[in-house]
């Protein structure tokens, strides 16, 4: 799945350091790493595995539910992400988004962060396993007898 897709990750770099809310995407397991930067004194930043919203509005809506503290985001941006979960991290997409965490002064943004991609590769694995092993897949091809 890797090798197929190229991602310049200093292409990404500006939105990563600049959006309020960044909203990574992957495909396969129909989930969104949300994470929102914005804080304040009662309340750091946001880090979390969340559903697939069926547009930007309803993804602001969520978000409003969420974190009804803060007013609309003046900047969000989604990146698709086709790559494994891990690559996130080999890339280095994942330390620029927990610098920007750690500078907020919550460091606890970037352990939720840590457990939201423990989570998602658990679920990477246990898509990849239903995959082999045909749970929730049907065959395109059967076997000729």
Do not use: C
């Given at each position: 799945?890797?090798?197929?897709f190229l ?42 595995v ?12 969520a ?10 985001p ?35 943004a ?6 939201a ?26 076997k000729?007898?």
């Open positions: 799945m890797d090798s197929d991602i310049d990750v200093s292409e990404m770099r500006d939105s990563l350091v600049s959006a309020e809310v960044i909203s990574i995407f992957f495909p396969l397991l129909q989930k969104v790493l949300l994470i929102d930067t914005r804080h304040d004194e009662y309340e750091g930043p946001m880090v979390k969340a559903n697939v919203a069926a547009s930007m509005e309803h993804r602001l809506r978000l409003r539910r969420m974190r009804p503290r803060f007013d609309r003046q900047t969000v941006t989604l990146v698709p992400w086709p790559k494994h979960v891990e690559t996130l991290m080999s890339l280095g997409v994942w330390e620029m988004i927990a610098e920007r965490l750690r500078a907020t002064g919550h460091e606890e970037v352990e939720e962060g840590v457990k991609l423990k989570k998602l590769r658990r679920m990477e694995h246990n898509e990849v396993v239903s995959a082999i092993t045909g749970n929730g897949y049907e065959t395109l091809w059967a000729d007898e």
